[in-house]
């Protein structure tokens, strides 16, 4: 497993393996062994491809890890991710960007990655939604919930239903 003091990149690779795991016992390690190490470019390069990986607590590791870079580290990756090939990886700066919105201290990278954002092109439906939640453009699920009737249908309007008599003859050849 991993080792207490990781000096070599394959130890290093192990760790974060380890802290990528599902194994909650290898969780537990690399996180006594994670805040004592200080992170290198490669090491920031090795973790940025971790993207790809899909489990939830992989992804929501890497974010923690990212926010938590300086901000070089974490503009020059958030843009390889956002203009990466593969969707995963485009997603995961996506999401980089959107947590990095509500940060105030780190609102001078955000301004930054907006410009590459923008410039994101074939891209896919949940991406676009993804985009126009970042840039708080078409936000019409939220303009549709503060309208009466919810867009549906316009409440003022009065209608009356016709009434409806019922033939008794018909009901008892049934």
Not at 54 to 64: H, P
Request: overall charge neutral; charged content about 25%; hydrophobic content about 40%.
């Amino acid at each position: 497993m991993a080792v207490w003091n990781p000096v070599t990149e394959e130890q290093r690779h192990v760790l974060f393996q380890a802290a990528l795991s599902r194994n909650s016992d290898y969780n537990e390690i690399a996180d006594l062994i994670m805040p004592r190490i200080k992170l290198e470019d490669a090491d920031y390069e090795y973790l940025k491809g971790c993207f790809r990986l899909k489990g939830s607590y992989a992804r929501e590791y890497l974010y923690e890890l990212f926010l938590k870079a300086p901000d070089n580290i974490l503009l020059k990756t958030t843009q390889d991710l956002l203009k990466a090939k593969k969707k995963e990886m485009r997603m995961a700066g996506l999401e980089l960007v959107k947590r990095l919105k509500t940060e105030e201290s780190r609102q001078a990278v955000y301004n930054l990655l907006l410009s590459t954002v923008r410039l994101m092109d074939k891209l896919t439906p949940e991406e676009e939604i993804v985009i126009q939640g970042i840039l708080d453009q078409g936000n019409a699920a939220g303009n549709i919930l503060n309208q009466p009737g919810y867009g549906i249908y316009d409440p003022n309007i009065t209608t009356t239903l016709p009434v409806v008599y019922c033939d008794i003859n018909f009901i008892k050849r049934l």
